[in-house]
């Protein structure tokens, strides 16, 4: 039984990780935080009602299931609202820094991260090594210096490297020292400038993110592509840059080969300090489990630890995830850590089990199958209900099960605007939850298409 709900939490955030998407588990357990035990009730605090609601219907059994499998009993759990985050005071907007001062000679406490920064992801929980040096010494030196040597801080890699750890420690680190810096993925911040636009709060939507000490910014491939987007981050780049303000991006691949991405955009990405992150070598490999496990105060043997690290080469949430499998099956099999628990624990994660997600033409080809339909009538532009219903669920499945962006999905299904494709998706995913016929459908073409992967 877990003493400590944070790392209860946190370890079941670590599994579901691995499990849901990525875009569904930023969007919902991102910022969530395990509070305290009541009795055998785990309370859960949540940033918004939405989320709290979103959580109870979607993921309450999956919850239940990975608690209970961690915390080896049944435990229920519950949500409750954390603090909303507060505005820094008028001293620390026109000079951080001297706010962040007079605080510390007062003996104050320095000002709380942003709600949306994960805890644990500090540069003391930072594993550094040759492949990511440069990357870990730039992001100090803005989180010491910010808006003045490295401005903007361009991070890139290959996803599960480290980037999105960077960012979040770069806004504990200026928080730290009085600043408000806000932390945001290109994906939502594309998502919350469409709903500003629908409810015509283009105004404020400007002021939260140019009224910022400094914006750290994760994933900006996702805005290639969308015209509209990156005029808007255009100017808000200006903005801050020229306020002084830091700015820190993270990308998969370096500015000169971000593709559909305007020119004035890719220049001023390169304006200062590009620093790549790189596979970790074995040595860091094995230097990050021992930190894992320490964090889980669990003991591992070595020999473990060496086939971990020699199985997940090159995706540190890959290895860092195998690790908690392996420690949950050994609690829950009650068999002793060793090599051939590992690779019980680990059958299901061998290279030749590993699919890439279905394609776009395989999720299209499904729904045109389910509904009798030609794939010319679904990416036509016609409004009748027995076309636009299927051509929504394609919509829905695309977005959900090959992970693709508005903007590629859009242009998938007849070069439709991706503000029509984000209303389709949103439109399904409510009647999801009140129509047991569009359920139905849904779950059905699911099986199609893992059919047609199994025969493929």
């Known amino acids: 039984m877990y003493a400590d709900a944070g790392a209860l939490w946190r370890e079941t955030l670590d599994v579901l990780s691995q499990h849901l998407s990525r875009a569904n588990y930023e969007t919902w357990l991102e910022g969530t935080e395990g509070l305290r035990f009541e009795d055998s009730r785990l309370i859960v605090g949540t940033r918004s009602e939405f989320v709290t609601?979103?959580?109870?219907?979607?993921?309450?059994?999956?919850?239940?299931?990975?608690?209970?499998?961690?915390?080896?009993?049944p435990l229920d759990i519950g949500f409750e609202p954390l603090p909303s985050e507060e505005q820094p005071p008028p001293e620390a907007l026109r000079a951080p820094g001297?706010?962040?001062?007079?605080?510390?000679?007062a003996g104050a406490?320095?000002?709380?991260?942003?709600?949306?920064?994960?805890?644990?992801?500090?540069?003391?929980?930072?594993?550094?090594?040759?492949?990511?040096?440069?990357?870990?010494?730039?992001?100090?030196?803005?989180?010491?210096?910010?808006?003045?040597?490295?401005n903007p801080l361009f991070l890139y890699g290959a996803a599960g490297l480290g980037k999105t750890h960077l960012l979040h420690a770069i806004g504990h680190g200026l928080a730290d020292r009085g600043y408000r810096a806000t932390y945001i993925s290109a994906e939502q911040f594309t998502n919350q400038l469409i709903t500003s636009i629908q409810e015509r709060t283009q105004g404020a939507f400007r002021t939260r993110y140019r009224s910022a000490h400094?914006?750290?910014?994760?994933?900006?491939?996702?805005?290639?592509?969308?015209?509209?987007?990156?005029?808007?981050?255009?100017?808000t780049f200006n903005d801050l840059y020229e306020a002084g303000?830091?700015?820190?991006?993270?990308?998969?691949?370096?500015?000169?080969?971000?593709?559909?991405?305007?020119?004035?955009?890719?220049?001023?990405?390169?304006?200062?300090?590009?620093a790549d992150l790189q596979p970790p070598d074995v040595e860091t490999r094995i230097a990050i489990l021992r930190s894992k496990t320490a964090e889980q105060n669990t003991a591992v043997p070595d020999d473990v630890l060496e086939l971990i690290a020699a199985r997940f080469t090159s995706n540190i949430r890959e290895l860092e995830g195998s690790l908690t499998r392996v420690?949950?099956?050994?609690?829950?099999?009650?068999?002793?850590?060793?090599?051939?628990l590992l690779q019980s624990a680990l059958a299901a994660l061998e290279p030749a089990a590993a699919r890439l997600p279905p394609s776009p033409s395989l999720i299209i080809g499904a729904v045109c199958r389910y509904f009798e339909l030609n794939e010319r009538q679904l990416l036509s532009r016609s409004r009748e209900k027995r076309i636009a219903y299927p051509r929504q669920i394609a919509m829905y499945l695309i977005r959900e099960l090959a992970h693709r962006?508005?903007?590629?999905?859009?242009?998938?299904?007849?070069?439709?605007?991706?503000?029509?494709?984000?209303?389709?998706?949103?439109?399904?995913?409510r009647a999801l939850h009140v129509d047991p016929e569009t359920k139905r459908d849904v779950t059905t073409i699911r099986e199609l298409i893992e059919q047609s992967r199994r025969s493929a």
């Open 109 to 150: 406490e320095p000002l709380p991260p942003p709600a949306r920064l994960r805890k644990r992801y500090t540069f003391e929980k930072f594993i550094s090594g040759p492949g990511n040096r440069l990357a870990v010494a730039a992001a100090e030196s803005v989180a010491r210096d910010p808006g003045h040597l490295y």
């Open 214 to 235: 400094a914006l750290l910014i994760d994933d900006i491939q996702f805005i290639a592509g969308k015209e509209q987007t990156q005029e808007e981050f255009f100017h």
């Open 327 to 340: 420690i949950a099956y050994s609690r829950l099999t009650g068999e002793p850590l060793t090599p051939v």
């Open 245 to 274: 303000r830091q700015i820190v991006i993270s990308c998969d691949q370096g500015p000169s080969s971000i593709p559909q991405l305007e020119e004035r955009l890719r220049t001023r990405f390169q304006w200062g300090m590009t």
């Open 405 to 429: 962006s508005l903007v590629e999905i859009g242009n998938t299904l007849g070069g439709r605007d991706h503000s029509t494709i984000h209303h389709g998706w949103q439109k399904m995913e």
């Open 98 to 105: 001297a706010a962040a001062a007079t605080a510390t000679d």
């Open 53 to 73: 609601e979103w959580l109870r219907k979607r993921l309450r059994p999956l919850l239940l299931r990975t608690i209970a499998d961690l915390a080896e009993q």
